[in-house]
Nanobody, 126 residues
Framework: QVQLVESGGGLVQAGGSLRLSCTVS????????WEWYRQPPGKQREMVAS????????NWGNFVKGRFTFSKDNSGKMVHLQMDRLAPEDTAVYYC???????????????????WGQGTQVTVSS
């Protein structure tokens, strides 16, 4: 069974930094793409960043403007979103999402599926 767990949210003053982490567990075959989304209060969910593990190619939401860094560890099962120069408008619930293929109990490969983390609150005070 695939599980996705996020950590690292919190309260920070404007100009400060936070590091979010996301770990996937389970009997995995392949990971296609990692993504971070956020949902500000009263607004729709928007993409923050995406990364394809194979080539490390990263795409960013327009609002990031070079303030964030997306990285993965050597295991390939953990990613981090380093957020610097945070501003009050970055206040949101941040979600990790991973699209992957896993093995079923009988050893067969399951179709590509997307999994979401539970979300972590990031609050930036002015």
């Amino acid at each position: 069974q695939v599980q996705l767990v996020e950590s690292g949210g919190g309260l920070v003053q404007a100009g400060g930094s936070l590091r979010l982490s996301c770990t996937v567990s389970g009997n995995l075959y392949s990971i296609n793409i990692w993504e971070w989304y956020r949902q500000p209060p009263g607004k729709q969910r928007e993409m923050v960043a995406s990364m394809t593990p194979g080539d490390g190619r990263t795409n960013w939401g327009n609002f990031v403007k070079g303030r964030f860094t997306f990285s993965k560890d050597n295991s390939g099962k953990m990613v981090h979103l380093q957020m610097d120069r945070l501003a009050p408008e970055d206040t949101a619930v941040y979600y990790c999402k991973v699209s992957l293929r896993a093995y079923s109990d009988d050893g067969s490969r399951m179709p590509l599926s997307a999994y979401w983390g539970q979300g972590t609150q990031v609050t930036v005070s002015s």
